[in-house]
């Protein structure tokens, strides 16, 4: 694995996941640096910068929050009974 801070080239990876845009279909286009991505849509010059830190923080609370609906779905089969 080599570090991204020494990397020469630009590092771009275009995901399968498509947004509806402009009234087409896009896919998602990310360019990774060293201090951060930027996110925009295939075709568009729009871009959106995020960092890794953002990224972990929302995947854990989306994880936490999927955890909470799966004990309250729990509890309420429960209480059905």
């Known amino acids: 694995m080599s ?3 020494k990397r020469k080239t630009r590092a771009v990876v275009e995901f399968s996941d ?3 845009e402009h009234g087409k279909l ?3 286009v990310m360019e990774l640096s060293p201090y951060g991505m930027k996110v925009r ?3 568009l010059r729009s871009s959106f ?3 890794p830190a953002s990224v972990y923080t929302a995947a854990v609370l989306k994880f936490v ?3 909470r609906a799966e004990k309250l779905a729990a509890r309420k ?3 059905g009974k």
């Open 3 to 5: 570090v991204l801070a």
């Open 18 to 20: 498509c947004i509806r």
């Open 26 to 28: 896009r896919p998602v």
């Open 41 to 43: 849509l295939k075709g």
């Open 49 to 51: 910068e995020i960092t």
């Open 65 to 67: 929050n999927q955890k």
């Open 77 to 79: 089969a429960r209480k």
